[in-house]
């Protein structure tokens, strides 16, 4: 688990909306990382750590949804605070860099689905 926020996670925050949307040459695969407590009672000021290695993982996006900005930290503020959207030439490599991602991130209390295009990989 990563002990301390990274002062540079607005960097993650800018991403170029446009250009990730059209690109759709590869297989996506998004996973949701969620907050302790999420669907029914979602635990929120959580600061959400990891993120810049997280951006530097290969053919990765990072999509913020609950979240907010305390002071220059980016922290929990709903149940589902990331997408994670790993892509590749096939479902199998674009799964490995959404877990791959996703493994760098951490906050009290973090979860997520471990099953998504499992199926896929198990063929």
């Known amino acids: 688990m990563l002990s301390e926020a990274d002062p540079d996670w607005k960097y993650c925050f ?13 297989t996506p695969k998004l996973v949701v990382a969620a907050a302790e407590g999420y669907p029914a009672s979602p635990r929120t000021g959580d600061v959400v750590v990891g993120l810049t290695a997280a951006s530097r993982v290969e053919d990765v996006d990072l999509l913020c949804a609950g979240v907010a900005d305390e002071d220059g930290s980016l922290v929990t503020a709903g149940g589902r605070v990331l997408n994670v959207v790993g892509r590749g030439p096939d479902v199998s490599t674009a799964r490995a860099r959404a877990y791959e991602a996703l493994g760098h991130l951490s906050w009290p209390g973090m979860h997520h689905r471990t099953d998504i295009a499992a199926a896929v990989d198990a063929r």
């Open 14 to 26: 800018c991403l170029h909306a446009n250009e990730t949307l059209n690109r759709l040459e590869h």
